[in-house]
């Protein structure tokens, strides 16, 4: 049989043939994921209708006298960029912020970060910035903002900001990388399968094939098909970790069931705390990822947003909306959600109640804090219980309190923070 029959037909080849095969297939991916990101210039006119899904705060296009086509924006309005490959870039904008009071000063933010100022006169003219690979975002979108001190024109009543007519992508240099939300599916599977390959003995015919799988990635990204880009990641993914999986899963399943009966034997407390540990995550975390009690929710992610943007400070300003009445104790957690919220999800993160976008992985990690601590509460009553009644009242306690309907609705689904405030009084009798 020749060497590429028996390559395909899953016989064991030597590890040197192996890695280099491995490699082979790797560089070929990288390859078919990074090809699409190569092009050129991208230039977005704003005085197309087709520009307005990429447009946020601005105005319908207009006619100056000249017949440039442009658009005005509010005191800020965001331009999206999607997909863009990481390498040092040129930002070229053509725009003016005519005053009656004379030239204003525009301010350029990139992913929610200030980078540039200018002074912009009356008449269009073209403005340029250096955009650095360490402002792109994991989430592969460039989201350019525009601010300036807006005025009002009569008889327009419009709080008219920055006039754009077009904005424009220019690469300086060097290879642009795939984004690491693009790479992260392939750096998975690849760590995936490199670390299962020897106990799962999966035949090389398997790493071969993910470079046939992700042919599809690299041709929507070339015919610029982004919303299919979630979809056709199903192939490779399916190449890869489905193998893996048929090869691992009966193994680790007996495996772990060796794991639990030696720790049921030995350590019978540990092994029931265990086993409610996990009914708990599976009953507890499908609940978070729901949309709950829409009212608190909401305004959670509006004090998480103002203490994003402006401190935590600023969340018990008169002005805001339903300060809260309380220490500043949970919006400590909640400017972590949104500073995590901002780095994976949302580079601007703008208002809440005006963009849905994502806003699910935000529900899900303001959240947390009431999960962690209903987890603490529930391991702080086995401590307490343990002392003064003994082991078997002590897991009763931990489940009593971990599966009490009130408890699972409050914290998972309804999304409240009592379970916070509870932990520490109970802390403080413990």
Known sequence: ???????????????????????????????????????????????????????????????????????????????????????????????????????????VGINGREVDRFPAGGAFAEHDLTLDPSQ??????????????????????????????????DPLFGVAAPPARVLFPLLLATAWLVLARRPARIPLSQPLSLTLGLLPVGLVGLLRLWPLLPWVWIAPLAVWAGPVAVSLVPRSWHRLRRWLGRLRARHPQAFWLALMAGVALAVYLPLATTTGYWGDIEIYMAWTWQATHSGIHSVYAPSFVAPPNTTPLLLYPFRLAGEVFRALWSPSFPPPWLDRTNQGYLRFLLRLPALASTGLIAAAAYKLVLKHWGKRWALLAVAAYLFNPAVVFESAYYGQTGAVHSLFMLLAVA
């Open 136 to 169: 792109f975002g994991w989430n592969s979108e460039l989201q350019i903002s525009l601010r300036a001190t807006p005025f009002v024109a009569p008889p327009d009543t419009r709080q008219l900001g920055v006039a754009v007519a077009w904005l424009e992508l």
């Open 1 to 107: 049989m020749s060497p590429p029959m028996r390559l395909l037909s899953g016989s064991r080849p030597t590890l040197p043939r192996t890695v280099a095969c491995l490699a082979a297939g790797l560089i070929l991916a990288a390859l078919c994921v990074a090809l699409p990101y190569q092009g050129g210039a991208t230039r977005l006119s704003l005085g197309s209708i087709s520009s307005a899904p990429a447009l946020d705060g601005f105005y319908q296009p207009e006619l100056a006298p000249d017949g440039t086509a442009f658009r005005w924006s509010q005191a800020q309005g965001v331009i999206t960029f999607g997909h863009v490959g990481v390498r040092p870039l040129r930002l070229r904008l053509y725009a003016h912020a005519l005053r009656p009071q004379g030239i204003a000063t525009v301010i």
